[in-house]
């Protein structure tokens, strides 16, 4: 089916907050039949771009229209009674309720028909049963993404997709907007990785500073185009080993890092066993020792065990046995603020529910755990010291924020990031760093900085976890490379070795190397 008229069509389109211009005259055509990328720094004003289409914001000045009608959608509702679905960075899920639950919040007939449709059609399927709270981060994504196409949507946008997907998911979403553009239909996909938009894409509108930096087909443009209009700089300029990591150009081979272990244990598990709400083993005795100044990264397929993890280094789940060491010292039943105060930094996968309080400033988001170096008189913040520090901050890490006193809600999720991130690394002392997806949702000169910053924290001493589903990250960035396999660590991994991609494979699926799977853990 074709349309003569734009499946959408957006003319310059403002949006101010206060003195910030997030939207500044901005013009796009997304045609019927297409994937249409919009590619941008974080804080180039995307997300808001997707608000002002998904009807969740009212821009101040311009004109949208649907299929060649007026279009200006004052809700969501509003959106989704137009034919238009919008998959947010941020879900939009009740926790506590299961996956089937969520969906007949819909109030959609014949729910079970139109699941099966999604599955045959799009080969995307979900666990009814499960509580969303139980869920892996890149599984509640695809909640989400089933959600909006139950509605069989004329215009699907997609704000951030794949940056909590693995490799095999993101596969498959990419094959969905493929799916869904070859039927007639309309994708806005917005991505900060250009070897997606490149593979999943037809044309793409790059952002900058809240103004349209360029565009075109993406069969005329390439890497080195659409690099300059994002981060208004050549792609020379980045760190090589950055290349396969965000799609500039072949994967690395081989990681670039040369830092020996440094003498004395910053981080250690031994024989760490955690269980899962449905009685399985999530962690089956896990041992692991990172020494002062070493990066190592795990590798592996979402579901393994890494959420969980991190969740108990975060000191928001506790080992049903075993021993966790920070610096030689016993953490095992220390609080959260206890092993922040110890030196053990953690960025969590789910930086929006577990690494950020919205309702706070960012300042007061870029201290948490540190705020008592603050009080005036041992009670009341000095806000204005606090204030300047997180200034400090916000300008070493480049953070795209109205000022220290904002709201965290008020950022994109990138910065928010870049927030979490800024205040682990402040540590001090920073004995040892846990890392999970630390570059998700990044633009590639945010990339380019965390990578250094990473590696400028092992070079000062610091002990550091690093917990990727992009394998290049791991290979650029570690020093060996272990792989989670239901609930174990396999490994190690040189990742200097030539066949070092091939064998982390082969230890996703549980290959030994006498190329024998290993039988899952008995459960008594």
């Given at each position: ?197 490149l593979r999943a894409g037809d044309e793409a509108t790059v ?282 660590l396999l490994g190690p991994v040189d990742p200097r070795d ?27």
């Open positions: 089916m074709t349309h003569a008229a734009p499946a959408l069509q957006i003319t310059a389109l403002a949006k101010s907050y206060g003195d910030v211009r997030a939207l500044d005259g901005i013009d796009l055509v997304v045609r019927p039949g297409t994937v249409h990328c919009v590619l941008g720094e974080n804080g180039a004003g995307k997300s808001t771009l997707c608000h002002a289409v998904g009807g969740s914001l009212v821009p101040d000045t311009g004109t949208l229209s649907l299929y060649g009608r007026t279009y200006a959608p004052r809700r969501p509702a509003d959106a989704l009674a137009a034919g238009v679905a919008l998959v947010h960075q941020h879900f939009s899920l009740v926790p506590t309720l299961t996956v089937e639950q969520n969906l007949r919040l819909l109030r959609l007939p014949g729910l079970h028909d139109g699941l099966a449709r999604v599955r045959d059609e799009y080969g995307l399927d979900v666990r009814l049963d499960a509580r969303i709270e139980e869920l892996p981060v890149a599984a509640r994504q695809q909640v989400e993404i089933v959600k909006a196409l139950l509605r069989s949507p004329r215009l699907l946008v997609l704000d951030e997709p794949t940056g909590v997907l693995g490799p095999a998911e993101t596969d498959a979403l990419l094959a969905t907007c493929r799916s869904i553009a070859d039927a007639g239909g309309a994708v806005v996909l917005v991505t900060h990785k250009l070897g997606e938009a952002l900058r500073g809240g103004r349209v930096a360029g565009g075109g087909p993406l069969a005329e443009l390439g890497t080195r185009q659409l690099v300059p209009m994002m981060i208004g700089r050549a792609a020379d300029s980045l760190d090589p080993a950055l290349a396969g990591a965000v799609g500039l150009a072949e994967p690395v081979a081989v990681a670039t890092r040369e830092a020996p272990r440094a003498a004395g244990s910053a981080l250690a598990l031994s024989g760490v066993t955690l269980r899962r709400p449905d009685g399985t083993r999530a962690l089956d005795g896990v041992d692991l020792d990172i020494g002062r100044g070493e990066i190592v990264g795990i590798a592996g397929v979402e579901g393994n065990g890494q959420s969980e993890l991190m969740a108990l280094l975060g000191g928001s789940r506790a080992a049903d046995s075993g021993r966790i060491a920070l610096d030689g010292r016993d953490v095992t039943g220390a609080g959260p603020a206890a092993r922040t105060r110890a030196g053990l930094g953690v960025v969590p996968e789910d930086r929006h529910h577990e690494g950020c309080v919205p309702e706070l400033t960012i300042a007061e988001n870029l201290h948490l755990g540190q705020l008592g170096r603050f009080r005036k008189w041992g009670v009341a913040l000095d806000r204005a010291a606090l204030a300047r520090a997180a200034t400090d901050a916000i300008t070493a890490h480049g953070i795209r924020a109205p000022g220290p006193d904002a709201p965290m809600s008020a950022l994109s999720g990138g910065n928010q990031q870049k927030v979490v991130l800024a205040r682990e690394l402040a540590l001090d002392p920073l004995v040892a760093l846990a890392a999970a997806q630390p570059t998700r949702g990044l633009d590639i000169g945010a990339v380019d900085a965390v990578h250094s910053r990473i590696r400028e924290a092992a070079a000062r001493g610091a002990g550091v976890l690093l917990v990727s589903a992009e394998l290049d990250e791991l290979l650029a960035l570690s020093d060996r490379v272990l792989v989670a396999y239901r609930g174990r030539t066949e070092a991609r091939d064998r982390i494979g082969e230890l996703m699926v549980g290959a030994t190397p006498a190329q024998e799977a290993v039988p899952a853990p008995a459960e008594p």
